[in-house]
């Protein structure tokens, strides 16, 4: 642009200095708009020059990038590559040593197999076993339930006929009261009721025979025995050891049946009694003085609860 100006300027001059024809002036009109259009070429060529200048440049930064880019992933590939190659030989000897070990432990896997196999039959002998023992433990468990509810059941009888021992005693203490220690006791012992008469209440010396005293406390007995049927009732004959065994067998038995004469006339039913004569083989108290053998010398009515509620529960 330097060197088009002075030129554009000489010819201003020499237009507005000189006369010139039209022609001529034509010519250089003409020249100067062609000068003028390639100025204006020139000046957008070196625009487009610049910016292409900038364009190389900025594409000449990205190369370089690119190029760092592409060396660090080379030295990354080539990492790799090594690392790959290092694996791959570290994991072919693994394979190897693998296939060894499996050649070299399949008689031991194989009887590893059979004792797997073994045991697993086992294990099935001793599930069906514990099966079968869960099904009697549970037959067992309604079992159990079944005699426990017999249990309670039983335990319930147990107390009522323990009561009605309780109930019978206080009854015949009731009505005999009149008598003394040395003459009734009314004991309880192993579920059964023991009233023992002396011989000075009921008899004489070797007889059988009761007296009116005996008499009367054996009536009053009797209507409590009529009124409790529920016991059975065993007539026991007790002597001293004076005399002979024989007649002391006899003795004792006679007395025992007078007794249970007594009490049937008087209401008791014959089949709830038994007789026995216990001569002097149960005594209370030694044979040693006279003290002793008065205690020895007696009949003991022994009352005890009939046991078929109890069977029944038990069956």
């Given at each position: 642009m330097k060197r088009i100006t002075p030129l554009l300027i000489s010819l201003a001059v020499g237009l507005a200095t000189s006369c010139v024809t039209t022609k001529k002036h034509k010519e250089l009109q003409d020249q100067y708009t062609m000068l003028q259009s390639n100025?204006?070429?020139?000046?957008?060529?070196?625009?487009?020059?610049?910016?292409?200048?900038?364009?190389?440049?900025?594409?000449e930064g990205e190369r370089k990038n690119q190029q760092v880019a592409l060396e660090e992933a080379t030295v990354l590939a080539q990492s790799l590559q090594a690392n790959y190659a290092e694996l791959s030989t570290r994991y072919n000897s693994l394979l190897e040593r693998n296939k060894m070990l499996l050649e070299s432990s399949s008689s031991e896997i194989r009887g590893l197999s059979e004792r797997l196999a073994q045991q697993e039959d086992e294990l099935f002998k001793r599930q069906r076993a514990l099966d079968n023992y869960q099904k009697n433990l549970e037959s067992r468990e309604t079992d159990f339930d079944a005699w426990k509810a017999k249990v309670n059941d039983l335990q319930k009888a147990l107390y009522e006929k323990e009561a009605r021992v309780n109930e019978l005693q206080r009854k015949i203490n009731l009505a005999l009261s009149n008598l003394s220690a040395a003459d009734?006791?009314?004991?309880?012992?192993?579920?059964?009721?023991?009233?023992?008469?002396?011989?000075?209440?009921?008899?004489?010396?070797?007889?059988?025979?009761?007296?009116?005293a005996g008499q009367d406390a054996l009536k009053q007995l009797a209507s409590i025995l009529r009124t409790n049927p529920e016991m059975e009732i065993t007539v026991e004959g007790h002597t001293d050891n004076v005399g002979s065994s024989?007649?002391?067998?006899?003795?004792?038995t006679s007395r025992a049946n007078s007794v249970v004469r007594i009490l049937t006339d008087n209401g008791v039913?014959?089949?709830r009694i038994t007789a026995a004569g216990r001569a002097f083989y149960v005594p209370l108290a030694p044979n040693d003085t006279e003290t002793n053998r008065s205690k020895n010398r007696r009949v003991e009515i022994i009352l005890t609860p009939k046991l078929d509620e109890l069977y029944n529960i038990i069956r």
């Open positions: 100025h204006a070429e020139n000046s957008n060529a070196q625009r487009e020059n610049e910016l292409l200048q900038n364009d190389v440049l900025r594409l009734l006791t009314v004991t309880p012992r192993d579920g059964r009721l023991y009233v023992a008469l002396s011989q000075n209440l009921l008899f004489q010396s070797g007889s059988d025979y009761i007296g009116a024989d007649t002391n067998w006899r003795l004792s039913t014959p089949s």
